[in-house]
């Protein structure tokens, strides 16, 4: 790779990481942008298909738990093979049956055994007489057109959910779940724990007082920031949590932001409802299990001064996200439909073989 590319791979790697950029679409669409600039300019086949494998291989070796840029990393991989494989197979044996499909876990299954120490094996792109540069850019320009953006079809039937004068408590800042309340268009009392030390917060009202006054909506929604210390005092004047999945496991366990798991606990205790938002991109073959941690280790920077990060003598950890089991959850909605989170292992099933 190229020192543009490396300063490009560079740039997106510390977005991410200092937390930038808090929208899944936009996550998903920069990723593959990144590919795409990479391989715009390559000179020949083989460093089209280099640059792919190098680039998503060290995206999914950084960010394990970013189910976001898994995902993606693993069908812009899938198209490459498919078309390599295709190519060589229609020219081996012109009656041999198309592969199967893939699914997703063979997808992901079958790129995390790709090291580098086979590299020597990597198929002969560069035989192809097409220009692999084009047709990869096709390929991900039509994927890129097919991820549409999700938070209008989540936020869609808002009002089946959340009704007049209801009280709700949400976690962290999410475009999902200040979509939906603003498409409620009603009356609402909505209670946003202050996350210090980050105090994202205060960021979660500011975006719904912002999509409020740019859709002219005719809701009235009053916002209270209040300590992170009040969510169980809190939770007996609530009558819905809302929470946002970064990652979806098979049987129906989310991991969500900080805290959430405390105001999933709370509202288990007083048989409140707990409503889970998440985008289809961000389910994963992976179950939850009880016990483990899928926290992410973020940058002290982001919450503390430099001085004090570089004069302590002190280790700083600054973890983000808790996991929350599908038995502290009532509902979970998606672009497409509302459903239990016992249904989640059969929406999963949709892209994954039986055997699986």
């Not at 298909?49 to 960010?63: G, N, S």
């Not at 060589?88 to 592969?99: D, G, I, L, P, S």
């Not at 300590?227 to 819905?240: L, Q």
Request: proline share 4%; with cysteine; hydrophobic share 40%.
């Amino acid at each position: 790779m190229n020192q543009v590319i490396l300063d490009n791979l560079l740039k997106y790697e510390l977005k991410i990481r200092r937390n930038n950029e808090n929208n899944s679409h936009h996550i998903a669409i920069e990723t593959i942008n990144l590919i795409l600039d990479a391989i715009k300019n390559a000179k020949s086949n083989a460093n089209v298909e280099d640059l792919i494998r190098r680039i998503t291989d060290r995206l999914i070796k950084d960010f394990p738990n970013d189910t976001i840029i898994k995902n993606i990393c693993s069908q812009v991989i899938v198209k490459l093979e498919d078309f390599i494989k295709d190519y060589h197979q229609r020219n081996t044996n012109t009656n041999a049956q198309m592969r199967k499909s893939h699914s997703l876990l063979q997808i992901i299954s079958d790129y995390t055994n790709f090291t580098s120490s086979n590299s020597d094996e990597l198929l002969s792109s560069h035989e192809l007489p097409e220009d692999l540069s084009y047709v990869m850019k096709s390929q991900l320009e039509e994927l890129m057109n097919d991820l549409s953006n999700p938070y209008p079809d989540i936020a869609k039937n808002a009002s089946d959910y959340l009704h007049a004068n209801d009280v709700v408590l949400t976690i962290g800042r999410s475009e999902s779940v200040a979509q939906f309340i603003v498409s409620a268009k009603c009356e609402l009392t909505v209670f946003i724990p202050l996350r210090a030390p980050r105090n994202d917060g205060i960021d979660m009202a500011n975006k719904i007082k912002n999509l409020l006054s740019t859709n002219k909506s005719s809701s009235k929604v009053k916002i209270v920031v209040i300590p992170d210390a009040s969510v169980f005092a809190i939770i007996p004047k609530v009558n819905v949590v809302l929470l946002s999945a970064r990652t979806v496991f098979a049987n129906g366990g989310i991991i969500s932001f900080s805290l959430s798991h405390a105001a999933a606990l709370a509202a288990s205790r007083y048989s409140k409802t707990v409503i889970a938002l998440y985008w289809e991109m961000k389910l994963t073959s992976d179950m939850y299990h009880p016990g483990e941690t899928y926290a992410i280790l973020k940058d002290p920077r982001q919450v503390m001064d430099d001085e004090i990060v570089d004069q302590t003598d002190s280790t700083i950890i600054y973890p983000d996200g808790d996991s929350i089991p599908p038995e502290l959850i009532t509902l979970m909605k998606n672009e497409s439909k509302a459903h239990v989170p016992t249904d989640v292992f059969s929406i999963v099933q949709q892209n994954y073989f039986v055997d699986e």
